[in-house]
């Protein structure tokens, strides 16, 4: 094969970007010599954000000693009790989806514990934000401006992209104001990034729901939130996250595709939270290997190792050893494609499950459940006792658990910062082994003990692998 040189490689590769994009009427030719991407973006840009976000931090007095931190020693010496907090100032970009209604799509982790956040578009009108929802899970957002002639974006289909396909991010890195960067889908379906979901790193937390499209367009700091648009100029995925050694751009970013992000848009709308589906089954990748120690005939799919009692999966009729192979009549990846696609659907709504039980290829439908944990968010007004664990997500322990068997309790699943029992010091991956000495193994004994118990009460904690009291005022 003749050795291809450089400048004709680079002439070979504009000249199929230009083929492509004069058939769809995005690239235009100012002058024979000079290809734009220039046309195409003046359509895209005034739909992309700036968002400024203001949170609070508490002042460190003196980072050397920790006696300043002490409320005893505090006091003693007459030292203010509550320590100085101090605005903090971030930035982020966002992504206009609808002009008549002022929605603006970004990520959570943009706007979490924002207590103002301001947008400012590309004609520099500047507007004071509501956020109408977010979803730590996908780390998607959606806010709302009181703004007129805005520019909204078109919404492409992330489904149909390849490996190859040539891809533009626009956004705010570092502050510096709107900035374009221009690449290609580098991968797709990135699972286990551990990038997004709340307290992802603590034991027993829930893990985030990640199917991103990797790309080596140019993402930085600041472009969190952004868009990532195809050739046609619609909007194919909201740029996340980058992986680096050392903060800036290598070449590898993630966005959360649209079609995963249109999905959580619209819960957040009809729902004002997010309705997880769920299945209630344990499951691992179908590899070779695996295929063939236990002769599934496939070497892709979802392997069913245990199906929870009571669960949507039991009642559908599946059984353990059964691999997933199709759900709504699409390929089943793996484990996490299987976990992230039923998360999506709606609770109560039926999908069809294609797998492989002995050797036969079957199919059922299966009504999705919802997710088996309990937010302390309500409770009776009897001694506050709900109200003063408000913002923990409590479920029982299961056996996926590392600690399941060997302790009874109740794991806390998540802690809202700032929230009541965060500040009670519950963290997450605490499992609550009793209420005032009395033994709890399920969260409907916990939210029974807490009912019928008033004033201060202690619970008994295992952090990791030390036991202690915890004291609710």
């Keep these: 094969m003749p050795t291809m040189t450089l400048p004709r490689y680079a002439a070979l590769l504009l000249s199929l970007v230009l083929v492509h994009s004069s058939a769809q009427g995005q690239i235009q030719l100012p002058g024979e010599e000079r290809p734009s991407l220039a046309p195409l973006l003046r359509d895209v840009t005034p739909s992309v954000v700036n968002i400024a976000v203001v949170t609070r931090t508490t002042a460190t007095r003196n980072p050397l000693n920790p006696f300043f931190d002490d409320p005893f020693f505090r006091r003693f010496f007459e030292f203010p009790q509550n320590p100085e907090s101090i605005p903090r100032q971030s930035a982020g970009s966002g992504v206009i989806i609808d002009a008549e209604q002022g929605y603006v799509l970004t990520n959570h982790h943009v706007i979490e514990n924002a207590e103002e956040i301001v947008v400012t578009l590309q004609d520099r009108r500047t507007f004071d934000a509501e956020l109408v929802g977010s979803d730590s899970g996908t780390d998607i957002a959606m806010l709302r401006i009181e703004a007129d002639e805005l520019t909204a974006i078109e919404i492409g289909d992330s489904n149909s992209l390849e490996v190859g396909d040539f891809v533009i991010a626009i956004g705010n890195p570092f502050g510096l104001g709107q900035t374009v960067t221009s690449g290609i889908v580098s991968a797709l379906g990135r699972t286990g990034l551990g990038i997004v979901g709340s307290n992802a790193d603590q034991p027993g937390a829930q893990a985030g729901y990640e199917y991103f499209i990797q790309t080596d367009a140019s993402?930085?700091?600041?472009?969190?939130?952004?868009?990532?648009?195809?050739?046609?100029?619609?909007?194919?995925?909201?740029?996340?996250?980058?992986?680096?050694?050392?903060?800036?751009?290598?070449?590898?970013?993630?966005?959360?595709?649209v079609a995963m992000a249109g999905n959580i848009v619209e819960q957040l709308l009809e729902y004002g939270e997010i309705q997880r589906g769920r299945l209630g089954i344990f499951i691992q990748d179908v590899t070779p290997d695996l295929s063939e120690a236990l002769d599934l005939g496939v070497d892709r799919g979802a392997l069913v190792n245990q199906i929870e009692p009571g669960s949507a999966a039991e009642r559908a009729g599946l059984r353990e050893g059964d691999v997933i192979t199709e759900l709504d009549g699409e390929q089943v990846e793996g484990a996490a494609d299987l976990r992230n696609r039923v998360a999506l659907v709606r609770v109560g709504t039926e999908v069809e499950l294609s797998f492989i039980r002995d050797g036969r290829r079957e199919t059922l439908r299966a009504a999705v459940g919802g997710a088996p944990e309990i937010a302390a968010a309500e409770g009776p007004a009897e001694g506050q006792t709900i109200d003063r664990l408000r913002g923990a997500e409590f479920r029982d322990l299961d056996p996926a658990h590392p600690r399941y068997g060997t302790v009874a309790g109740v794991l806390v699943a998540n802690v809202a910062q700032g929230s009541p029992a965060a500040l009670n010091g519950l963290r997450p991956g605490d499992i609550i082994m009793a209420v005032n000495r009395r033994p709890v193994s399920s969260v409907s004994e916990l939210s029974v003990a807490m009912r019928e118990t008033s004033g201060t009460f202690a619970l008994n904690v295992l952090r990791d692998n030390a036991r202690l009291f915890i004291v609710i005022q």
């Excluded at 939130?225 to 740029?239: K, R, T």
């Design 219 to 257: 993402i930085n700091p600041g472009n969190s939130g952004g868009a990532l648009i195809d050739l046609d100029g619609q909007l194919v995925g909201i740029n996340t996250a980058i992986v680096s050694p050392a903060g800036g751009n290598v070449g590898i970013g993630f966005a959360v595709p």
